[in-house]
């Protein structure tokens, strides 16, 4: 649309492209970081860019991120630009496919899924699928006692066995070998970059998609009714919080409503903590030396005097700082998601500060475009880490000085502590591996606990080494960040062989 926009203030500057629909969609998605950082050098923090018909306009830094990741609900909807992806998945009615007060609700009942009780059970749980896993899946045993592995896929499938075992529950969990795994592989491959992008093509992954969301919501709903004929007994997992859930209009939510929510926790923490268990490890088997430390870690607070380990428990999976720094260093070099979008219903100023200097103007960002926070720019940024493109977990153990540089500084003071170490504060940060504001993850404390009891129970039992010549790259075509590649060996440690 033409914009009209008050005197002394002007469109941000567009990036240059050649062809007029296709914009910068290939130089966008073939490395998002260098697109934003080369373009952070040319045109300054807020930018927009074309891709595919769309105009997208990019706010980067803490400030920048503060725009969308804070906006008001009158300026930004994240429905407007997430719901023809997500809604042929999830199913209707929930999350990007009902008013923002609804989803802020269903938030809240997640939250109390996920109550202090129900992650203490969990690690014991995950422990005991990590020992079936190891030694059934992978056929780790003392007389095979190293096995190479392509580590995402080892991790994706573990992470959805420990994800169901909990969080989903054990009819989920008995059902994950046989038919709910065909569900889950035919939705997962309507979750990509090209649904996004083309809500609705004629091809054979899109039918396969939408008669699995059939499926799939009708496989919870059994579920439920079987629930409540009293007919299966089962823990208190988040099924079984969400029942009874009541808006507060006094509506319930509907069981098809709790379908569809189970289907949308399942798609978001899959590949968010399948591709951050993996670049962990990654690292971890790069350097011996902290693989060692988070062993002797894992001694210290675990360690009996017959050279075993004593469970691992919520509250100490919580008190562990050398696991808590990996895993929160890995999501500052790979956070898993690269791009967050909102659509924007009003004109939002720019302040002067962000704008590139220009004589007396400052830029609007129209309604119609789409904006887009990066926060794994700020999380890369030299300006506010030191050696920024370093794997270093050390940083987050010293008292001060995070990510310290000349010029400027980034404490933990200035992040603020739920009970799970410290996170950031909030939509101005430059740290937002969870994002910020009302569309903040819900799943941070669950997959700190999954995370950190998997990652624990591999650094007792085995070593790690890579297994390709150098450390992998990263494969930005998919939904989430992923690593290209990632081939690694387990080794049995030397007292259990
Ligand atoms: C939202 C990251 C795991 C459920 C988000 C957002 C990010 C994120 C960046 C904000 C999206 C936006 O603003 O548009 C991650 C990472 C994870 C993870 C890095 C693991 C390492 C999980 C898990 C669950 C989950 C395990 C479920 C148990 C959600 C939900 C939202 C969300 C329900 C809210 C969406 C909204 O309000 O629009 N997550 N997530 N996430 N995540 Fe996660």
Redesign the pocket.
């Known amino acids: 649309r033409q914009v009209a926009l008050p005197r002394n203030k002007s469109l941000p500057p567009m990036v240059f492209h050649y062809i007029p629909w296709f914009g910068s969609a290939a130089y966008y998605g073939e490395d998002p970081y260098k697109f934003f950082f080369e373009c952070r050098d040319k045109y300054g923090d807020v930018f927009s860019f074309v891709m595919m018909g769309r105009t997208l306009t990019v706010a980067l830094g803490p400030k920048g991120n503060n725009l969308s990741?804070g906006g008001k609900t009158s300026q930004v909807r994240?429905e407007d630009a997430?719901t023809h992806l997500t809604t042929p998945v999830f199913g209707k009615g929930v999350?990007?496919d009902c008013p923002n007060d609804m989803?802020m609700q269903q938030?809240k009942f997640?939250k109390s899924g996920?109550t202090t009780e129900a992650l203490q059970s969990y690690p014991p749980l995950i422990t005991s699928e990590c020992e079936e896993f190891f030694s059934h899946d992978l056929k780790l045993s003392k007389s095979n006692p190293t096995v190479k592995v392509d580590l995402l896929k080892t991790m994706s499938e573990l992470i959805i066995c420990t994800?169901a075992r909990t969080?989903q529950g054990k009819e989920v969990r008995q059902a994950i070998n046989g038919k709910f795994a065909q569900y889950y592989e035919d939705l997962d491959g309507g979750f990509t970059p090209l649904n996004f992008l083309f809500p609705n093509l004629p091809l054979p992954s899109y039918r396969r998609r939408d008669k699995a969301q059939k499926a799939m919501s009708d496989f919870y709903m059994k579920i439920i009714e079987e629930r409540k004929k009293g007919e299966s007994d089962h823990e208190h997992d988040m099924i079984s919080s969400l029942q009874g859930s009541v808006y507060k209009d006094g509506v319930p939510l509907t069981d098809r409503d709790i379908s569809h929510i189970m289907i949308?926790?399942l798609m978001?923490?899959q590949h968010?903590?399948s591709?951050?268990s993996s670049w962990a490890l990654l690292h971890l088997a790069d350097r011996p030396d902290i693989l060692e430390a988070l062993y002797q870690e894992q001694v210290k607070h675990f360690g009996k005097a017959d050279g075993t380990f004593s469970p691992m428990t919520y509250e100490a999976v919580k008190d562990l700082p050398l696991m808590d720094s990996v895993i929160r260093e890995t999501?500052r070099m790979h956070?898993?998601?690269h791009s967050?979008?909102?659509k924007v219903i009003s004109d939002i100023p720019v302040p002067p500060s962000l704008a590139a200097p220009a004589e007396n103007s400052s830029y609007v960002i129209p309604t119609g475009h789409f904006i887009l926070a990066a926060?794994g720019v700020s999380q890369m940024d030299p300006l506010i880490w030191q050696n920024s493109k370093t794997w270093t977990p050390e940083r987050w153990l010293e008292e001060k000085g995070v990510g310290q540089t000349a010029v400027n500084t980034y404490t933990k003071s200035e992040q603020v502590d739920y009970g799970f170490g410290a996170v950031s504060k909030g939509t101005e940060s430059p740290y937002?591996?969870?994002?910020?504001?009302?569309?903040?993850?819900?799943?941070?404390q669950?997959?700190y606990t999954?995370?950190s009891t998997i990652i624990a129970y591999i650094v007792r039992h085995f070593t790690m080494k890579l297994e390709v010549p150098s450390f992998p790259e990263t494969n930005y075509r998919t939904m989430i960040v992923l690593p290209k590649n990632p081939y690694v060996s387990f080794t049995l440690r030397k007292q259990e062989v």
């Not at 937002?432 to 993850?441: E, N, S, V």
């Open positions: 990741l994240a997430y999350v990007y989803l938030k997640i996920l994800a969080l949308a926790l978001a923490g968010t903590s591709a951050t999501l956070a898993p998601i967050i979008y909102r926060p937002q591996p969870f994002g910020a504001g009302r569309h903040r993850c819900v799943g941070e669950f997959a999954q995370l």
